[in-house]
């Protein structure tokens, strides 16, 4: 059973080839993902290269598994809470909104709170509001309609 960390949602996907750390001496650290099942919850059952038997899978229990960004889903960028918190939002209507000091995880989608000179605004993190999310600089989003009290300012 593999748990998602950091409120990230699962992006393991069949043929993706991932490591599992911290390295053991005399057990493979490079596998292939033959399958993945949801494990109902937070959880998926994850089928991989290598792991034919309990002993084998015993041997993984606290491992972290990690994979190479480019085998990532589109829009994993829109779940990573360390790259996210600090950066700077700006609105193509009010401008710069602040920064994302906290993000609220949630079963459908995350909610990122940004402060600002418009006090605290919250902000669902799904791509019809999320504009642009570059590497570096600030975030492009189009904000709901209602979401900015703009009359304060």
Not at 10 to 23: D, K, Q, S, T, Y
Not at 68 to 86: K, S
Not at 111 to 128: D, K, M
Request: proline share 6%; glycine share 12%; charged share 20%.
């Amino acid at each position: 059973m593999t748990v998602p960390v950091h409120g990230l949602p699962l992006m393991l996907h069949e043929g993706m080839r991932i490591a599992c750390v911290p390295p053991a001496l005399k057990r493979d650290r490079w596998h292939e993902v033959n399958a993945v099942t949801s494990g109902g919850g937070t959880g998926a059952l994850v089928e991989l290269s290598g792991v034919s038997c309990i002993a084998d899978a015993e041997e993984l229990v606290g491992c972290t598994i990690l994979a190479d960004v480019a085998d990532l889903p589109e829009g994993y960028e829109m779940h990573d809470l360390d790259a996210l918190l600090g950066r700077s939002v700006t609105d193509e209507v009010y401008g710069d909104l602040g920064e994302i000091t906290e993000i609220l995880v949630g079963q459908v989608h995350d909610v990122w709170v940004i402060e600002g000179r418009f006090g605290e605004v919250l902000i669902p993190a799904v791509p019809e509001i999320v504009e642009e999310l570059p590497s570096e600089g600030a975030i492009l989003v189009r904000v709901p309609v209602g979401t900015v009290d703009a009359e304060g300012v």
